[in-house]
């Protein structure tokens, strides 16, 4: 398929990154496949996935520093293989490894980066430099050969050189990678405050923690596809439209069987000693595998109406259950990932045994996933390219 | 095998060059070997030895030699050269003579092995370099153009050699003068042939090289590899460019302004096509499967 054959072009004023059925192979390895994504204006977009899945691949295509042998590409509006010089001239980039020359200081280095965006040399430029680097903390630390800085160091002088053109997007990969957990957190406070003055912010990173709390939007890439696109709170609630409250108690054998109360929706058993059940639903124990099945930690339980819990909790009491943990439990963007991905190879062996094999339920990592409702906006597999856009979540 | 920066046509083919980056990528790519002592160090060594310690040396010991033997046979060998050379040969004795021929004649291909094989040490490691050490990802994200970012390292490569190449002639003229010269009725060196080799056709040779080595510089994994091609690459044009100096050198002005001429037009052509072998693909590391 050659180029823009079968997209017409894309001028979207509310995106500041579209991507539209991009492909991008290496040799015979493929590492974008058919690629959609869209990242609004002024957000913070994390790209989630594994070693492989085509997070720097895609933002390599975004900037123009690989053209994308189909598809596409569209940065506000430009395309990076025609205007490539005024994609890149608004784009900030920190790639996994801080991409910083050793031997020349911190200021030569920025200086060089001044003069490669096309800021020129000058008292302002000079001033430019000092601000920036004053913001990152390294401003002492300036006229020292990088050589001598420590990683973290590194990626702060790699952050202000990304931000001193003062682009409109930002584009980091892994920028918390080899720091200290510390470190981290300062850097991931610093990607925040910069998405302030309106800046868009595309970020990688194989890290759940990073990305919560810091996504807008999470894109969740598997061998080059998007699986998954969205606001991670309208993700979650696609895939867990339930209420859901986790319980224990120090008669645990006693919550195997919860599904006869009223108002409970579903029940999926939490905790070691429950991995092998593959294939386990949720049902009353029966004899020969009672011990395995028993919970060790409590079970999740999905209410149909929130509202049900006083009613249950006290029912369970007077069914002799003693409650040790009543806990409404948010799902977190690491159980949406893992839903996420658990959901893709599910379809993948699906589609291998045309729909023979059980799926089975929960278990392997605590969360269950419950039968995919149609998520709001989503698509299915094989239907029209899914676009990600702002308040609009994809499901492929 | 697909190209993997994709379709060609959305390759821009206009030479689109902004001096101030360009200038930018060499300065720093210069500030970066200038820091490097374990680099630059070793080459002033190297060009010591050419224009300086070996001229020293053997000027020295012919001019105050008092073997008279050895002398005749220096001298038997001028009449090898051309006659044209042989009639230039100025002195009143045979060890000024000597001096004299060895002087302009002999130590010619000095002038072309010490900048091709400073350039080539430069040029090998300054794309594969960047790819090694990752800042090629940087400048792929850059908006500078390959273009850019070609000439930016061509410069960057041609200084350091043809700079030890000026100063190292400086101090050869300097030598020569001083010990050759008062036999051989006063300063006369640079001769006009020397002046076409360094201004002439040194520099055609030592950017025919590196459009060569830059090349390669794109193409290879790594930075040990670039040496090694390079070296097998440099190596035939090293022989090429030693007999064309000497043969600048022999003969008369002609021959040294026209194969200059020659080696400037085939020098333009080799980098023009050498500008397009730099991808940005290339300095990531992700194009022809590196």
Known sequence: MSIDESHPPTRDAASAVVLRGVDQSFGDNPALVQLDLTVPRGSITVLLGPNGAGKTTATRVITGAIEAQAGEVRVFGLDPRVDGEAVRRRCGVVSAKPALYDRLSGRANLGYAAELYGLGRSVEVDDRISAAAHRFGIESALDNQVGSYSTGMKTRLALARSVLHEPDLLLFDEPTSGLDPESSHAVLEMIHDMTHGGVTVIMCTHLLLEAEGLAEQVVVLESGSALAAGPPAELISSFWPDAVVRLDAANPERLGDLERFAGVAGVEIVGTGMEQLAGFDGGTASSGDEVARLPRTGVDVSLSDPKVLPDLVAALIADGIRLTRVEPRIPSLEDLYFAIRRRHVGALERSEDGGRRLQPRGATVGTKVPPPPPPPGGQTVGAAPGVAGSGESTIV | ?290
């Open chain 2, 1 to 290: 095998m697909s190209n993997p920066e994709g379709p060609s046509q959305h390759r821009s083919k206009k030479l689109e060059v902004k001096w101030s980056r360009t200038w930018a990528i060499a300065r720093t790519e210069l500030r970066q070997l200038i820091e490097a002592k374990d680099f630059w160090v070793p080459m002033m060594i190297l060009g010591s030895i050419f224009f300086i310690f070996i001229p020293l040396v053997l000027l020295f010991a012919i001019t105050r030699i008092s073997n008279v033997d050895a002398v005749q046979q220096i001298s038997e060998t001028i009449k090898i050269l051309p006659q044209a050379a042989q009639d230039s040969v100025q002195g009143t004795t045979d060890q000024a003579r000597a001096a004299y021929a060895i002087a302009v004649y002999l130590l010619a291909p000095v002038a072309v092995v010490v900048p091709l094989t400073i350039s080539t040490a430069v040029g090998a490691s300054t794309i594969v370099g960047e790819r090694e050490r990752g800042t090629g990802e940087f400048l792929a994200h850059s908006p500078a153009s390959v273009h850019e970012i070609y000439l930016g390292k061509l410069i960057a490569s041609i200084v350091p050699g043809y700079f030890t190449t000026i100063v190292g002639f400086g101090a050869y003229s300097l030598i020569v003068n001083l010990i050759v010269g008062p036999g051989s009725g006063g300063w006369f060196f640079p001769t006009n042939q020397w002046w076409i080799l360094m201004l002439w056709v040194v520099p055609p040779f030592v950017a025919l090289t590196l459009s060569l080595v830059l090349r390669l510089s794109a193409r290879v994994k790594s930075t040990a590899a670039a040496q090694q091609a390079s070296g097998l690459v440099t190596l035939p044009l090293i022989m090429i460019a030693y007999g064309v100096s000497t043969g600048s050198i022999y003969g008369s002005l002609w021959p040294g302004i026209i194969v200059g001429a020659l080696a400037w037009v085939i020098a333009f052509l080799t980098l023009w096509r050498g500008m397009r072998s730099i991808r940005r693909g290339r300095l990531i590391g992700v194009a022809d499967g590196l």
